[in-house]
């Protein structure tokens, strides 16, 4: 993936086209990717997406852009998808389908794609399957990031967010210069509500809820591939290098180690 892409097309649907949408992949790899909250997801699919040059297609980004985009016109999908977000609701499958049909040029990208968020239940799965087959496309596998809850705990309470600049801290891993304070602007850094631990259990136990199934699904289809997120990331990426050598579609050790 080129780094100047700007993921526009993803970003806005429609008629968007990304300021440089690099180039084809003579082998081009799609994944999707899960993982409870806390678990290093991003940047697993940071690294990923270097290595692949697959496009890192997240769905929350999409949200986050749409909320920025000021007077800008939605589309009556993510118009229904804001709404339900106000209200504190969980976005419906229907209009979750809805947004994904909107890039399905993202999809269909020749240098392939790590879906992030994007299926988050059975229904969403069952459609993202028939929109592949329908443009005869195919998963490579589906990558289940794995920590323990103690651990999902510790790196998701010790976060300290700026509401200044939005720069994150971490305690323990990423602590800043002066206690309490912004390295960057200097304002005083803050804990997330939804980084507390009894706000994070709760997060967890909704994740698992729709996530087992999920998991199911795609064990039924021989696709899923779990992996062990602890350690460093770096650590965590060539876990799933080694486990993605072990599929059947991805037995090119020269494409994968490259």
């Known amino acids: 993936m080129n780094a100047k892409n700007d993921h526009a097309a993803w970003l806005h649907g429609g008629n968007a086209v990304c300021s440089d949408p690099g180039a084809d992949q003579p082998c081009p790899r799609r994944f999707v990717l899960l993982?409870?909250?806390?678990?290093?997801?991003?940047?697993?699919?940071?690294?990923?997406?270097?290595?692949?040059g697959a496009c890192h297609l997240s769905l929350g980004d999409v949200f986050r852009a749409a909320g920025?985009?000021?007077?800008?016109p939605l589309s009556p999908a993510m118009s229904h998808a804001l709404e339900f977000m106000r209200q504190g609701q969980l976005v419906p499958d229907q209009t979750v389908v809805s947004l994904i049909m909107e890039r399905l040029k993202c999809l269909r990208c020749g240098g392939g794609f790590l879906l992030d968020g994007f299926p988050r239940t059975v229904a969403q799965a069952r459609v993202l399957a028939a929109i592949l087959e329908n443009n005869s496309l195919q998963l490579?596998?589906?990558?289940?990031?794995?920590?323990?809850?103690?651990?999902?705990?510790?790196?998701l309470s010790g976060r300290r967010t700026c509401p200044s600049c939005a720069a994150v801290f971490h305690l323990?891993?990423?602590?800043?210069?002066?206690?309490?304070i912004c390295d960057h602007c200097g304002a005083a850094l803050l804990q997330r509500e939804d980084d507390r631990p009894e706000s994070i259990r709760m997060r967890l136990k909704a994740y698992a809820k729709n996530a087992?199934?999920?998991?199911?699904f795609y064990r039924r289809r021989e696709l899923l591939v779990s992996i062990e997120a602890a350690g460093t990331p770096e650590e965590t990426f060539e876990r799933s290098l080694?486990?993605?050598a072990r599929r059947p579609a991805l037995d090119r050790p020269e494409i994968l180690f490259a």
């Open 35 to 52: 993982g409870a909250p806390g678990v290093g997801k991003g940047t697993q699919a940071e690294l990923l997406s270097r290595h692949f």
């Open 68 to 72: 920025k985009c000021g007077h800008d």
């Open 140 to 155: 490579d596998a589906v990558l289940d990031y794995k920590l323990p809850l103690r651990e999902i705990i510790s790196r």
């Open 172 to 180: 323990k891993s990423l602590p800043p210069k002066k206690p309490g």
């Open 212 to 216: 087992e199934p999920l998991k199911r």
């Open 242 to 244: 080694r486990e993605l």
